[in-house]
């Protein structure tokens, strides 16, 4: 049923903190299980979905540098590291009869496909979930980055940010600041002005420059990836 959904493409970004759980190590199954079931759901509401995964449970080019390993050496590191999630969960998600496709913005042409646009627009509508691994193929530059752009390419209606600890964006970390506001509804130029922690600059300059929504989410609650795409009151929506 496609009747009451709001969006019909999305973006999902998954921040290698999603891949790990709760667990030690750097990669937890049943955390990823819990993911592609969610997705699963989606599929089967009639929505295309794509996913830009990061890979700070691995490896963060910026941290590895000052520890000193060359900056940009490290952050390819980084991006090679966002393939190992890319294929944990292109390949949960199929054992879960989900038919997927990765893209990677760094050629490793034996587990993925290069990013081409058309194609990777063209398994969307296929009903496949496009997994795009890589970052943005380029130093320098964040998964989040990667996320706004690849939504803005492929014509995502919405960029939906999810999150492991918290639920939406607030004034201050809830984590450390317990009496900290959670904004239901924001514009991307009050995200950017107030510094909220929502993505990096750049990522949110792309996402106002193009006019695109963000949702901002508690991916670890069932039932609230479904609820970002039907419209239902979720985290916090940032529009133009
Ligand atoms: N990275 C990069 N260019 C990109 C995307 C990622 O150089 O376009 C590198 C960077 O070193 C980063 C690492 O890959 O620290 C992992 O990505 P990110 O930190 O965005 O992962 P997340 O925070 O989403 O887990």
């Known amino acids: 049923t ?13 921040s290698g903190e999603a891949f790990a759980g709760d667990a030690r ?21 009639g929505v295309q979905v794509s996913v830009v995964v990061g890979a700070g449970n691995i490896w963060r080019g910026a941290t590895v540098a000052k520890d000193g390993i060359d900056r940009v050496t490290a952050d390819y590191a980084g991006m090679l590291a966002t393939v190992i999630n890319a294929l944990a969960l292109q390949d949960l998600l199929e054992k879960d ?13 034996q587990v993925a496909e290069p990013f081409i646009r058309r194609r990777a627009i063209r398994h969307l509508e296929k009903g496949r979930v496009v997994i795009f691994a890589g970052g943005t193929g380029n130093p320098y530059m964040t998964t989040d980055t990667a996320a706004a752009l690849r939504a803005i390419e492929i014509e995502a209606q919405v960029l939906l940010m999810a999150k492991n600890r918290v639920d939406g964006v607030y004034n201050a970390d809830p984590l450390k600041h317990p009496e900290a506001v959670k904004f239901d509804r924001l514009t991307h130029l009050e995200a950017l002005n107030k510094r909220l922690k929502v993505m990096d600059a750049t990522a949110l300059s792309l996402c106002l ?32």
């Open 2 to 14: 496609t009747g009451k959904l709001k969006f019909k493409r999305v973006l999902l970004k998954l």
């Open 25 to 45: 190590g750097l990669i937890d199954i049943p955390t990823i299980r819990g993911i592609t079931h969610q997705i699963k759901n989606l599929i089967s509401m």
């Open 97 to 109: 009869g989900v038919s997927t496709r990765t893209q990677s913005a760094i050629t490793v042409q």
């Open 209 to 240: 420059e193009n006019k695109l929504p963000i949702i901002v989410f508690d991916m670890t609650a069932p039932g609230n990836l479904e609820r970002t795409v039907t419209g239902d009151a979720v985290g916090t929506l940032i529009t133009s």
